[in-house]
């Protein structure tokens, strides 16, 4: 029997004391009724050894739980990310949607408004528009922009044909 095991069986252990007792002693006229086992005392040497044996026990399940909290919080670290980031494409949608809503209600009013003035017509006033707030904002961090008519013109030109070739393949992409 192992050290071990004689701890946890002492009962065994005083069962088998007994009935030892009892037929050696029986011969001499003594009735042995009952042992009782109260303390297994090993060697110091032992009960050093036993309690690095354990100590080294827990701390292995100690470091595999602190592994596994650790797998658990960085899945749902990574899980939280993605929904962040699934959430905020979704707002970044939902705010270009809106943008080109609001265009299209521009567009279709100012139209309705304004006698003889067409779509394109509209959306060239946009776009010049778009193009002096690029101008105020770069201007605020000192960057000097040709800005000539046939310079604006040209950059009109270039950003409706970059939009019309984006819608394209957005279309495309989205049917």
Do not use: C, W
Request: aromatic share 4%.
């Amino acid at each position: 029997m192992e050290l071990d095991g004689a701890f946890a069986s002492k009962a065994d252990i005083a069962a088998a004391v007994l009935e030892q007792l009892q037929n050696v002693m029986r011969d001499y006229g003594y009735e042995i009724i009952t042992t009782l086992v109260t303390d297994l005392s090993p060697d110091s040497k032992v009960k050093a050894s036993m309690n690095e044996i354990n100590a080294s026990r827990r701390l292995k399940e100690a470091a595999s739980h602190k592994a596994e909290a650790d797998k658990v919080q960085q899945i749902k670290a990574a899980e939280a990310e993605a929904e962040a980031r699934y959430l905020s494409g979704l707002g970044v949608a939902r705010q270009r949607k809106a943008i080109v809503q609001g265009l299209q209600a521009s567009v279709s009013e100012f139209s309705e408004e304004v006698a003889g003035a067409t779509p394109k017509d509209v959306m060239d006033i946009l776009l010049l528009s778009q193009y002096f707030d690029t101008l105020t904002t770069v201007g605020a961090n000192n960057i000097i922009l040709e800005h000539d008519p046939a310079t604006v013109a040209n950059l009109q030109q270039q950003v409706g044909q970059s939009f019309l070739k984006t819608q394209g393949t957005a279309g495309s992409l989205l049917s």
